[in-house]
């Protein structure tokens, strides 16, 4: 079969964790770079990652990549790359572009140059000279960095934290693929109870309880390569039937999540549904104080505010000290805590285990983690 090579985009600080989950689905050959993972892999990962891959951005091919300074250069390279390959006659390609510490600066004059080129290409390789472009899409991207040029074409659409079971966005909302990286850096046992107390619209308990059933994230929403010749429907076909074959719909979970705001909640269950886990998942109104567990071992995850606008920060730092007051009372519990607040370990009443830099959108946070005690292991006779 046919190799490509793909690039995986992540979030700063996640490239690890997508790193892993491209290894875990069977491909070896992974470089890993700032803000994406590249790999080397036949045409069925395409439907494959964009199925399966739940803390990556986008998966794009990555059709060329050369040292160009100047707009010439940019031009006639890009016009010596397969584009014929890949686009059809209908194609629609739009470019887009970004260009950091390059002599090629302007952007809007790099993509109208990779447009035309792209054009000239599919000239020639079509004999014809006119494109409709009324066909499935192709959303090209010039990146420039440091003087090298890499072109790719996007292969999910909309970005891959668009699950498509979330109907409402807060003021701060986390994005499914970040809140699907806290549990996978948290190293969540499904057979352990998780717990979030400040659930909000159900993020953070959903992403757990799929990534608890096996359930790939992917699994209900399109993607715009579905529509590429190139792509057999039958490798799309089998990828899909991948994903109900492994996934483990029986598995009983423990998933808690709680929130002040009865009217979040509500949309909280309204998630849980649409992704279809609301039976895996108990959503209960009680404020972070309340909290209590009969379980010796388990997991708190959690995105609480952050306190960003100053007639908040008191109320958040409040709300940080009954954080800390009850997690020391599940002292044999871990937890894992996201926020943008510098002093959250002084509210909180204990410095961190392991502190993780990322981003929330544009927002540099922090990772809390406190890690608990293992539980004993069961010795089967």
Same mark, same amino acid.
């Given at each position: 079969m046919q190799k490509v090579h793909l690039i995986a985009t992540s979030t700063f600080g996640l490239e690890a964790v997508v790193a892993d989950e491209v290894r875990d689905l069977g491909y070896t050959d992974?470089?890993? !770079? $700032?803000?994406?993972? =590249?790999?080397?892999?036949?045409?069925?990962? /395409?439907?494959?990652?964009n199925l399966w891959l739940r803390t990556a951005d986008r998966v794009k091919v990555k059709i060329g990549e050369f040292r160009a300074t100047t707009f010439d250069e940019l031009?006639?390279?890009?016009k010596? +790359?397969?584009?014929?390959?890949?686009?059809? !006659?209908?194609?629609?390609?739009?470019? =887009?572009?970004?260009? @950091?510490?390059?002599?090629?600066?302007?952007?809007?004059?790099?993509?109208a140059i990779v447009k035309k080129a792209i054009v000239e290409s599919l000239k020639q390789n079509y004999k014809r000279n006119w494109f409709e472009e009324s066909g499935a899409l192709y959303k090209v991207e010039i990146a420039l960095l440091k003087n090298i040029a890499t072109l790719t074409i996007d292969t999910s659409g909309p970005g891959l934290h668009k699950r498509g079971y979330r109907d409402w966005i807060g003021q701060a909302p986390l994005k499914e693929t970040l809140a699907a990286a806290m549990i996978k850096l948290a190293r969540w046992n499904p057979d352990r109870p +998780? /717990?979030?107390?400040?659930?909000?619209?159900g993020t953070i308990p959903i992403e757990a309880a799929l990534i608890g059933q096996n359930i790939a994230p992917g699994m209900n929403r399109t993607f715009s390569s579905e529509e590429w010749p190139i792509i057999p429907r039958q490798l799309w076909r089998d990828a899909r039937a991948e994903t109900? %074959?492994?996934? $483990? #719909? %029986?598995?009983? +979970?423990? @998933? /808690?999540?709680? %929130? *002040? %705001? =009865? =009217?979040?909640?509500?949309?909280?269950?309204? $998630?849980?549904?649409e992704a279809g886990v609301d039976e895996e998942i108990h959503f209960h109104k009680m404020s972070a104080a309340d909290l209590t567990s009969s379980k010796k071992y388990g997991a708190i995850i959690c995105n609480p505010p952050y306190g960003e606008r100053l007639s908040d920060v008191k109320q958040v730092e409040k709300l940080y000290r009954q954080m800390g007051s009850t997690c020391m009372k599940l002292d044999t519990w871990? #937890?894992? *805590? +996201?926020t943008s607040h510098q002093k959250f370990e002084l509210f909180f009443g204990k410095d961190a285990t392991k502190k993780r830099k990322l981003f929330n959108g544009n927002l540099r946070v922090d990772y809390y983690q406190y890690f608990g005690p293992l539980p004993p292991k069961i010795i089967k006779l």
């Open positions: 992974v470089k890993v !770079e $700032n803000g994406k993972v =590249e790999f080397t892999a036949d045409m069925a990962a /395409i439907p494959r990652t031009f006639e390279q890009t010596a +790359l397969p584009w014929g390959d890949w686009i059809p !006659e209908d194609g629609t390609f739009p470019v =887009e572009g970004k260009s @950091i510490k390059s002599k090629l600066f302007s952007v809007s004059d790099c993509q +998780l /717990i979030d107390p400040c659930c909000g619209s109900h %074959d492994l996934a $483990n #719909y %029986d598995r009983k +979970l423990e @998933i /808690i999540g709680t %929130d *002040i %705001d =009865e =009217e979040v909640l509500k949309v909280a269950k309204r $998630n849980a549904v871990s #937890y894992y *805590i +996201l």
